[in-house]
């Protein structure tokens, strides 16, 4: 007789476990997935393995017109901000998003214009290349632009610096 119970007991909680995985599997899907996608801070190194961030960032009617060379990990280059620029930019990378990337075509954006100031910014950032191009030509673009700041200049502000 024990014999049967336990052959029982064993057959329910292997119903029981078999609902319930079920269960979990149709709940889990739709409330984990997102979680998982979000997008994260990069841990990155600070040392050796980050040594080829270097980015050339020219600016054209700006208020801090030229051309500065940026390095990170440790911050260096002659650009006048190189620590908050490095901060920045290690802050705004995530997994899965490129931090330079352009306004995606079809976005709405907002018809304002933010003065003629334009950027170039090339070169290696987190083991990818980098060329890219700003402009203040519309809301999405100032939002883009402002984004880097201090990388590129706050044109917002009264003394207009880099």
Not at 1 to 18: C, D, E, F, H, I
Not at 22 to 32: D, I, K, M, R, Y
Not at 56 to 66: C, E, L, M, N, Y
Not at 115 to 121: K, L, R
Request: aromatic content about 4%; glycine content about 12%.
């Amino acid at each position: 007789m024990l014999q049967v119970n336990r052959s029982a007991r064993a057959g329910r909680l292997r119903r029981v476990l078999l609902t319930a995985t079920g269960t979990l599997a149709a709940v889990g899907l739709t409330s984990v997935a997102p979680v998982a996608a979000a997008p994260t801070a990069v841990p990155f190194a600070k040392g050796p393995g980050r040594a080829g961030d270097h980015l050339t960032i020219t600016v054209r009617d700006g208020g801090a017109d030229g051309t500065h060379e940026l390095t990170c990990h440790p911050a260096g280059g002659d650009h006048p901000r190189a620590a908050d620029a490095c901060a920045a930019l290690d802050n705004g990378t995530r997994w899965g998003k490129d931090a330079f990337a352009p306004v995606p075509q079809g976005t709405f954006c907002t018809m304002q214009y933010g003065g003629s100031a334009t950027a170039h910014v090339t070169g290696t950032w987190a083991g990818r290349p980098v060329d890219a191009r700003y402009d203040r030509s519309d809301g999405c673009e100032i939002a883009r632009w402002n984004r880097l700041v201090p990388l590129l200049p706050d044109v917002r502000a009264q003394g207009r610096r880099l």
